[in-house]
């Protein structure tokens, strides 16, 4: 079943922003690490940055560091990635799910994810 939704996703030229959005049940985000991650057709899944739950810890790898930044809402029961300076090598489908990450790792945990939403970077 679907616990977490995106939203955000769409069409943008190299050099852009857009701002990603996860929604789910405040017992899921107040519990476990959100990652958000990635997956480009012919590509492997990345997992591309990450937030903690108890801490409020973030993690990037390296391929969007510096340019986007993971936040959350629990008033919302939200998690947002701001992506900036959009590449078209950013075009995947990103989803978000329950994660464990550290300064070496973002990795999916529990299988709990979304359904994805689509980022298109093209001119």
Same mark, same amino acid.
């Given at each position: ?8 996703? @769409?069409?943008?030229?190299? =050099?852009? #922003?857009?701002?990603? !959005?996860?929604?789910g049940?405040?017992?899921?985000? +107040? ?10 057709p @012919?590509?492997?899944?990345? =997992?591309? #940055?990450?937030?903690? !739950?108890?801490?409020?810890s973030?993690y990037?790898? +390296? ?9 959350t ?11 900036? !300076?959009?590449?078209?090598e ?14 070496h ?19």
């Amino acid at each position: 079943q679907v616990q977490l939704v995106e939203s955000g996703g @769409g069409l943008v030229q190299p =050099g852009g #922003s857009l701002r990603l !959005s996860c929604a789910g049940p405040g017992f899921i985000l +107040d519990h476990y690490a959100i990652g958000w991650f990635r997956q480009a057709p @012919g590509k492997e899944r990345e =997992g591309i #940055s990450c937030i903690s !739950s108890s801490d409020g810890s973030t993690y990037y790898a +390296d391929s969007v560091k510096g340019r986007f930044t993971i936040s959350t809402d629990n008033a919302e029961n939200t998690v947002y990635l701001e992506m900036n !300076s959009l590449k078209p090598e950013d075009t995947a489908l990103y989803y978000c799910a329950t994660a464990t990450c550290n300064d070496h790792h973002i990795r999916g945990y529990l299988e709990v994810w979304g359904q994805g939403t689509l980022v298109t970077v093209s001119s």
